[in-house]
């Protein structure tokens, strides 16, 4: 019979937000984000370490959520993709992957606006290899990475100062995604 993991009350600021949750005591952080978060931007590509789709920052650092046990972040402070826009305003990174086409099917987005937005708060004014450097851990199948490289350019620019980013076309609105923890995201067996 194979033991089960003793639960564990799980805190940690997410976005902006203290959360609480019972977890399993083994449970890997992206089950968490997206199981009792709800944080369903946070995205399991590989599920190994291999694609970025799953990068978060913890305490300012991008981190693949699917390596990382959730104790790991426990009393950190977790920013996922949901937390660099205001509302529905998007945040100068999340504009201009839109304006340049650095995100096409979309699978890859936040784990590169994540990455990126790690590298901008460092460093608005990446050399292009800073830039591949910052991503090389990311996989995209769709865009070529030029477009995703030209977004984050524009995106420093922003954060520079040099470019007024585009105003909002409406008021904030709150997410009419579905945010959780009702909300199953996974087969039976992740966290629960
Ligand atoms: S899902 Fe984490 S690196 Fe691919
Ligand atoms: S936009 Fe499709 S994988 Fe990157």
Request: include cysteine; charged fraction near 20%.
């Amino acid at each position: 019979m194979i033991p089960v993991a003793p639960s564990v009350v799980w805190k940690s600021n997410i976005n902006g937000q203290q959360k609480e949750s019972l977890i399993p005591s083994n449970a890997i952080l992206l089950d968490v984000l997206r199981d009792k978060a709800g944080c369903l931007g946070v995205k399991r590509g590989c599920d190994m370490g291999t694609c970025g789709c799953c990068t978060v920052m913890i305490d300012g650092v991008p981190r693949l959520s699917c390596l990382t046990m959730a104790q790991d972040g426990a009393g950190k402070e977790i920013i996922t993709v949901e937390g660099l826009s205001d509302g529905a305003h998007l945040a100068p990174i999340q504009q201009c992957f839109g304006e340049h086409g650095g995100s096409q099917c979309g699978f890859c987005t936040p784990g590169f606006l994540v990455a990126s937005q790690a590298l901008l708060n460092e460093n608005s004014n990446p050399s292009e290899q800073e830039i591949a450097c910052a991503i090389e851990g990311n996989l995209c199948r769709c865009t070529g990475y030029q477009q995703i490289i030209d977004s984050i350019k524009a995106a420093a620019e922003i954060h520079r100062g040099e470019k007024e980013s585009t105003p909002p076309v409406s008021d904030a609105h709150p997410d009419p995604h579905p945010t959780g923890p009702d909300e199953p995201t996974m087969p039976p067996g992740h966290a629960r």
